[in-house]
Nanobody, 119 residues
Framework: QVQFVESGGGLVQAGGSLRLSCAAS????????MGWYRQAPGKQRELVAL???????NYVDSVKGRFTISRDNAKNTVYLQMNSLKPEDTAVYYC?????????????WGQGTQVTVSS
């Protein structure tokens, strides 16, 4: 199993910044990717940003230019710097790890951290 320590969520005014961090431990060999998803009330969980072991990065269109994902492989930690936050960024943000178990890609989720952006 994979254990997560997430931090950095909170309440911020529109236009402000927050930095999320997530440290993974446990069965963390063969990690393929680390990233962040979010889920707003009444909406489906969506990918926010993802960084692969080969340093390829993907962002959902709505956060491009405002959010930056980074990863410290030595610490198995992924960060999400969120700038110019908007009320529509309000959601629970979940750390995500994808790792190979044999030939199967397994997904693991953190417990989530609340981000609330006030207008």
């Amino acid at each position: 199993q994979v254990q997560f320590v997430e931090s950095g969520g909170g309440l911020v005014q529109a236009g402000g910044s927050l930095r999320l961090s997530c440290a993974a431990s446990g069965s963390i060999d063969s990690i393929n990717a680390m990233g962040w998803y979010r889920q707003a009330p009444g909406k489906q969980r969506e990918l926010v940003a993802l960084i692969t072991s080969g340093a390829m990065i993907n962002y959902v269109d709505s956060v491009k230019g405002r959010f930056t994902i980074s990863r410290d492989n030595a610490k198995n930690t992924v960060y999400l710097q969120m700038n110019s936050l908007k009320p529509e960024d309000t959601a629970v943000y979940y750390c995500h790890v994808a790792r190979w178990v044999g030939l199967k890609l397994m997904n693991y989720w953190g417990q989530g951290t609340q981000v609330t952006v006030s207008s």
